[in-house]
């Protein structure tokens, strides 16, 4: 993908979303509006506010809430000990429903009066991620009245009887887009797929797996899954690039340009642990280190962390920043232009794994959670840089390895327990970095086979179950919800 050409096309609304992500005040009336543009170049505006929807503030809290990274300073040290109000959320409520929703509805009515199907099924695809990550992340949003623009108080949907099923059925509908072979494609406009109608359609699928997982409808997610993404070459990607103030991977942005010092991974276990919970899973040296005579976990460890000594921005263990166009020998997790997953190859065979055991049986998880560690013999997604530097393992498990005290189940479980157990922990370690661990953590909350929640926990004895609506919105319409959820208030979906 030719990243530094795609980005020029989106320069001039990428710089409304870079640093903090601020967006420029009365954004309709502005002479650079993207909804004045081509329709192919709303959709690149489009898809850049979905990057930061995906990949921004929002996406690094709950990180911090899930075990995967720390608040180290400032707002980030509050925000970690779930010290966080409505006026934390503006911006990433107005990513949402200013930088996505309003112009994937203004693309879709143009291509559907002009037949351009292609572009409108990518719309709505994109329409339906970040829907669908707000939904995840705030509980009831707007949806339904949200694309009539002759509402100016939209409800506020219900999860379970109209979110969930609308984003299924508007997915539904861009794969019919996508399949009717009708419009031209958009071509390096669209930044995610160049225009490509199969990967798109691969990835609705994958989108709707994963909401079917949100409702746990695993028999429909395992069905879903089964057209997903099919390999590593069509993951839906946020493109960066090595551009300051422009193209770079939004965690690297905040840890090494603009708020260096204020996250890490360096505490976890209520405050008194040397690492993050996902850390000391990964960290051979660590007693909580899941390896065994199959699994060398060596290679992900240092591509996802960085211990950097003294010369790190907090003196912990830290996200792993180090990139070979900074003159280091290695690419980390979030260097400055590596791209970032938001639906993955990984995810599908990981819903694969987790939907087909609960649906089909022991011998179908195994099957898929082979699949996904036969995916990592050859690397997976860990950078090249350091899977030629450390070791790294991902054997074929066998039936008798989830045996009472064979190497994938040391604690005395039952083998279907243990079998659900490593899924579940390989989907948690496999999502670090986006929000899908968070959904993990409170999907199975009230399950018997869980992460040990209490070990992620920061301050206090209860799990944080959602951000706070953005105070603009709270303001503005007067169909937020009153009284107002809190941080600790379960949402419908994950009850």
Not at 103 to 123: K, Y
Not at 457 to 470: A, D, H, K
Request: proline residues 4%.
């Amino acid at each position: 993908m030719r990243k530094n050409s795609l980005f020029k096309l989106a320069l001039a609304v990428i710089l409304l979303f870079s640093a903090c992500e601020s967006i420029v005040d009365d954004l309709n009336t502005d002479p650079n509006n993207p909804t004045d543009a081509p329709i192919t170049l709303v959709l690149t505006g489009t898809q850049v506010a979905n990057i930061v929807v995906q990949e921004g503030h929002s996406i690094r809290v709950v990180n911090m809430w899930s075990g995967y990274y720390n608040g180290a300073d400032r707002q980030y040290l509050d925000y970690s000990l779930y010290n966080v109000n409505a006026g934390n959320f503006n911006t990433s409520w107005g990513n949402v429903y200013q930088g996505v929703v309003s112009q994937t509805s203004l693309i879709t009515e143009r291509a559907e009066e002009t037949g351009e199907r292609l572009i409108a099924g990518i719309a709505k695809v994109v329409k339906a991620q970040a829907v669908g990550t707000a939904t995840e992340l705030w509980g009831d949003v707007p949806f339904s009245e949200a694309i009539n623009f002759e509402i100016t108080n939209p409800a506020f949907d219900s999860q379970m009887s109209t979110l969930y099923p609308g984003l299924i059925s508007l997915l539904d509908e861009a794969i019919a887009d996508l399949q009717s072979g009708q419009g031209a494609t958009p071509g390096s406009a669209d930044i995610n797929y160049g225009g490509d109608r199969d990967s798109w359609i691969a990835a609705a699928y994958t989108l709707k797996a994963r909401y079917l997982m949100d409702m746990k409808d695993y028999a429909g997610a395992y069905t879903a899954a089964q057209q997903g993404i099919s390999s590593a070459a069509g993951d839906l990607v946020s493109p960066h690039g090595t551009t300051n103030d422009g193209n770079l991977n939004l965690t690297y942005d905040f840890i090494v340009q603009s708020r260096s010092g204020d996250m890490d991974a360096g505490v976890g276990e209520d405050g008194a642990g040397d690492h993050v919970y996902a850390a000391d899973l990964l960290d051979p040296s660590q007693a909580e280190y899941r390896g065994n005579a199959k699994t060398d976990e060596s290679a992900r460890f240092n591509y996802v962390y960085l211990d950097n000594g003294a010369d790190s921005y907090t003196g912990r263990l830290e996200p792993n920043y180090l990139s070979t166009a900074d003159g280091s020998d290695f690419n980390g997790i979030i260097s400055r232009d590596k791209d970032f997953r938001t639906a993955s190859y990984a995810e599908n065979l990981l819903t694969l794994a987790e939907a087909g055991f609960r649906t089909q049986g022991f011998d179908t998880g195994l099957t898929h959670l082979n699949e996904f560690r036969a995916y990592m013999s050859t690397g997976g997604y860990i950078d090249p840089t350091y899977t030629a530097a450390f070791p790294f393992v991902y054997e074929a498990y066998e039936a008798a390895d989830f045996n009472d005290g064979g190497m994938a189940n040391p604690g005395g479980m039952s083998a279907d327990d243990a079998l659900l157990m490593e899924i579940i922990e390989e989907r948690y370690l496999t999502f670090i970095g986006t929000h899908l661990g968070f959904n993990d953590l409170r999907r199975l909350q009230n399950e018997s086979i869980k992460l040990p929640m209490d070990v992620l926990l920061t301050r206090g004895s209860e799990f944080p179950q959602r951000i706070i609506y953005g105070q603009d919105e709270l303001n503005s319409n007067t169909n937020a919800p009153s009284p107002v959820p809190g941080v600790f208030d379960r949402m419908e979906i994950y009850q």
